[in-house]
């Protein structure tokens, strides 16, 4: 049966990757289920949680939301990709550094969503971080410490005074 | 229960051309989906009525922001991430680039499209004030032809709209003439991020020789469908902007308001916030220097 659905080809994090799936299936069911990529969590499943976020030709997005159909020929990158060679991204090293992490279940969107947002503003303002994770729910660690995680990955951040100053 | 993705089918044409041809072939059949922020909400809840889709994402002639001499043209394809980054629209039209960043948060403005938010109809839908406010028209496209329609007699109802089955929504024009008027957008939602909107109020008013001139109020949450606040306009057009005649609109404004109580507030509480909205619009309106 499953030989009957045209092949739908796309990119994830630099391998060339096709899958024969109905057009309708969820971006994150086939990551999951078709390509094992189980770094990617579904909260929601309805836009609300940013636990499924991956980047699809350099722009965030939730893939609860995206028809496989829609990825034909895009560049996925999921939180599989973020590491290289067994080093760790300076963005999960400052999430186990920082204590940003607890259950892990909306970790992989937050390093998505934290991606996205250093890739296009290497040094944000609290505020901003605020607004680029403000898709992603968190129900156990607590913001704070997500968002000094994204600091010290960033290193130094405008108008910022120190780890705990907005904590206060 | 869970959708079932075999149970839908899903076209890719690619080209609005051929989006159009199929449109034609048989009217009705097909249901368009753009960044999927809405029909994939109900496809994974398994409440997906439609067996058969039409994605119009990646279609590069539905997805732009033209500036022209006298209008903005915004392509129906162009997301709330793109309007936010269109640093022209953004500083001629602020109402625009506001509500743009209300929607959401990030992964949903840069997959929900400006002409799925208008076609959807929520009669919550953020981009609807601003673009009531800015007095915009839309432009409708089939293998007939192209045809513009007062935004604000777009919708008919909760839900329904002009468009014929055959038919979708290409642009949004948006003149480029309020550079002297009075701007106003606020949303009243619990959350800045991700929350719909309990009510919202856009406005525009251009205050000449005391009195105003020109205004539009463009409201979210207050009637089936996002529409203008005609009575409470009538009540302010060519009139001073004084403590009585702020008191005038704003019982237009619960007269003619017709809210529902649903999850996420009550009529009550809506025609109340509406009123007060308005009041804080022409409170400042009120205060502008007359030039």
């Not at chain 1, 403000?134 to 290193?155: D, K, P, Q, Y």
Request: aromatic share 4%.
């Amino acid at each position: 049966m499953s030989a009957d659905w045209p092949a739908i080809r796309f990119i994830v994090n630099g391998e060339s990757r096709a899958v024969r799936v109905p057009a309708m299936k969820r971006l994150l069911d086939v990551l999951r289920e078709d390509l094992r990529l189980t770094g990617t969590k579904e909260g929601c499943g309805e836009g609300e949680c940013g636990s499924c976020s991956v980047r699809m030709n350099g722009e965030l997005v939730n893939s609860c939301l995206v028809p496989v159909l829609q990825a034909e020929g895009a560049e996925i990158e999921t939180v599989e990709g973020l590491s290289s060679n067994g080093a760790l991204h300076p963005l999960q090293q400052a999430f186990l550094e920082c204590g940003g992490a607890q259950c892990g279940i909306c970790t992989p969107g937050m390093l998505m969503a934290a991606t996205h947002l250093l890739a296009r503003n290497p040094h944000p303002s609290l505020a901003e971080i605020r607004e680029g994770l403000a898709g992603n729910l968190c129900r156990c660690t607590g913001f704070i410490r997500i968002f000094e995680s994204v600091i010290a990955a960033a290193g130094s951040t405008r108008g910022h005074r120190g780890p705990a100053d907005h904590a206060r | 229960m869970r959708g079932n993705p075999e149970a839908h089918e899903l076209l890719a044409p690619g080209n609005l051309a051929a989006v159009l041809a199929l449109l034609a072939e048989s009217p009705g059949e097909w249901t368009p989906i753009a960044g999927g922020t809405e029909l994939m909400v109900a496809h994974a809840a398994g409440r997906l009525d439609a067996k058969k889709l039409v994605s119009l994402w990646g279609i590069a002639e539905m997805r732009f922001t033209r500036s022209e001499a006298d209008r903005f043209v915004i392509g129906a394809g162009a997301t709330f991430g793109d309007l936010r980054a269109h640093a022209e629209l953004a500083a001629e039209l602020p109402l625009i680039a506001k509500a743009a960043s209300w929607i959401g948060a990030i992964a949903n403005q840069n997959r929900a499209t400006i002409g799925g938010n208008l076609v959807n109809g929520s009669p919550a839908a953020d981009s609807s004030p601003a673009m009531l406010a800015y007095d915009t028209e839309v432009e409708l496209i089939s293998v007939r032809g192209t045809r513009r329609v007062a935004y604000s007699a777009f919708h008919t109802g909760y839900k329904r709209n002009v468009l014929a089955p055959d038919e979708l929504m290409l642009a949004i024009h948006a003149p480029r003439r309020f550079a002297k008027h009075r701007q106003y957008l606020r949303k009243v939602g619990p959350r800045r991020a991700m929350a719909i909107a309990k009510v919202a109020l856009g406005a525009t008013a251009l205050v000449e020789n005391g009195a105003v001139n020109e205004i539009r109020l463009g409201a979210a949450s207050l009637a089936p469908f996002p529409t203008r606040l005609h009575k409470a306009e009538a009540a302010l057009q060519g009139r001073q902007v004084t403590a009585e005649t702020i008191e005038t609109a704003c019982s237009e404004l619960l007269a003619e308001a017709r809210p529902i109580d649903d999850i996420r507030s009550t009529a009550e509480y809506r025609r109340h916030v509406g009123a007060n909205l308005l009041k804080e619009f022409l409170l400042e309106l009120g205060r502008e220097p007359v030039p």
